[in-house]
Structures are given as structure tokens and as C-alpha cells.
């Protein structure tokens, strides 16, 4: 990170409880190159005993990784840059409006059988990637699953998982994936109305459906870092924190440039 980008992360951190008073022992280490060794790792896909020698030992780095996903505070920190880029767009912090969608990636050696699945449609093994962004297409929520898991089964979790964050949320955008009862258990249970934007059949080749292009963005973002090319985590939280830490990488940059 530069400084420029370093002063805007720091400002997004999460505060050690030992700083506050709330007891704990204080770090001994530099959270600088703590965050620009995660960062290293999700940009460039390598594993964990790779990490190269500039950074603090591999181990201390994953102690690191997994104590903030855990916590949830990559979570944390991943909402503060994005309420940050929101109001920066001149944006209320909380959204009102999303668009949900999901993508198949096939799964390393590490992903366990339990799970991993195969996508029929896209013929993928591995893991399925179920997210909500808003209308800038910053990630709101994110649910990682094994590929069989259809749109629909996953859809629910993921809405209930965002109506319990973003309270104002009252719609969402999707696909013909969504379809069926997810609808009506959106509008009765969670009250968000599930509005599908359908493709024409008439139409040949490639279109733009509005909203739903915004999703397809993000999904591009993410595939920018080289560790998520394809699913490598053991674990299923441990893909949606590696997720939260890519988008925070795209937050920060774009922060960071509009500071100068």
C-alpha cells in the first residue's frame, strides 16, 4: 500500500480492544504489513507457506487472517470502507436497493467433499459464489456454498442475511434463478420485494439487462484477485473472508485516488 491508501485503512480498522481500555494484550506486530501480507496473498493467489520474506512469518500472518475472520472483524473493516466510498458517491451510507446473483468456481484439492458440488448448469465442481451488491456494485453480503446448491435454496439464507444487516433494504434485483417461492418468502417473511429481470428469448447474441450488469461487475472485480480464480480455502468462511478482504482491496484503491 502506499501512504495515501495506508491512511485510509487505518481510518477503517477496527480498534484493539486494548487501545479502548477493554483489557488484552497489545500486538507485537505491525498492522501495515499484517494487512499488505493478506493482501499480497489474495491479489497474487500464492499459499500461505509461500509468503515471502519481506512480510512476518507465513504462520503469524494466517494467526492474522484467521482470528479477523473469526471475529468477524474483516467484516467489519470491509463495511467501513464501503459506507466510506458510498457517502464519497454522495450516497446515504445505507442502501436501499440491491442486485443478487451467483457464480461457480471450481475447488482446489484442500476443498473438502462436504463442501463441494457440481453445478449442472455450468458444469463446475466445486463451490458456488451467492452475493448482493448495491447499485455502485460494492459487496453487501456474500454466502459461499457447494456448486449443487441451487439458486433458490441459497437465496433465502442470503436475503435473511441481508435484511439482518441492511434494514433498509426493500428491493432486490435478480435473475430467472430466483423465481418460485423465494419470491413470496421475500415480500411475506423479509419484506423485500424480489424483482427478476428475465431475458428477452427473441433477442440473439450478447445484452445488457439493466441492473443485473452491475453484479456481473462485480463478479469481474473479484476474479482480478488471483486467489480467487478458483475456490482454495477449506473452509466456506474462510472464502467469504478472502471475498471481503478482495473487495476491500478495489475500496481502498478507489478511495485512496480520490484523495489526491
Known sequence: MSDMEWAVVRDAMPVPG???GRGGQPEGYCHRQMVDAVRYLVAGGITWRAMPADFPAWDRVYAFFRRWRDKGLVG???DRLRDRVREAAGRDP???AGIIDAQSVKGAASVPATTRGFDG???VNGRKRHIVVDTLGLLLTVLVTAASVTDREAGGTLLARLRQRHWRITLVWADG???GRLVDFARDVLRIVLSVIKRNDDVAGFTVLP????VERTFAWLMRSRRLARDYETRTDSSEAVIRWSMSMVMSRRLARQAR
Do not use: I, M
Open 211 to 214: 441492473k443485473r450488469w452491475l
Open 94 to 96: 445505507e442502501p436501499t
Open 177 to 179: 434463478g430466483y423465481t
Open 18 to 20: 486494548w487501545l479502548e
Open 121 to 123: 448448469g455450468k458444469k
Open 76 to 78: 467489519e473493516f470491509h
